[in-house]
């Protein structure tokens, strides 16, 4: 199967930034949409943001004009840029893939005062 190693998370202040990175153990031309989805506890793992192969970007609300999705084909990696965090990003941070549908193990985000 696809291998997904997500990488970038960490502690962050409210206002900073940070930049998640999801390297792929195949090109990324494989996949027609990869996206990132935030997971916390209790809670349903939601879409954060979506890129598909022609470059259309989704975004959830919480996300618009604060984070930016992208593709990086010569590391074969998805990355995402945060800025402006807020507590309530707060979460594990999941790259997905489709097809094949893959997940990868996530990589914790936590923004604290």
């Known amino acids: 199967q696809v291998q997904l190693v997500e990488s970038g998370g960490g502690l962050a202040h409210p206002g900073g930034s940070l930049t998640l990175s999801c390297a792929a153990s195949v090109s990324i031309s494989t996949f027609s949409v990869m996206g990132w989805y935030r997971q916390t506890p209790g809670t349903q793992r939601e879409m954060v943001a979506t890129?598909?192969?022609?470059?259309?970007?989704n975004y959830a609300d919480s996300a618009e004009g604060r984070f930016t999705i992208s593709r990086d084909g010569e590391k074969n990696s998805l990355l995402l840029e945060m800025n402006d965090l807020r507590p309530e990003d707060t979460g594990i941070y999941y790259c997905?893939?489709?097809?094949?549908?893959?997940w990868g193990q996530g990589t914790q985000v936590t923004v604290s005062s």
């Open positions: 890129i598909n192969m022609n470059g259309l970007k």
């Open positions: 997905r893939t489709w097809p094949p549908g893959d």
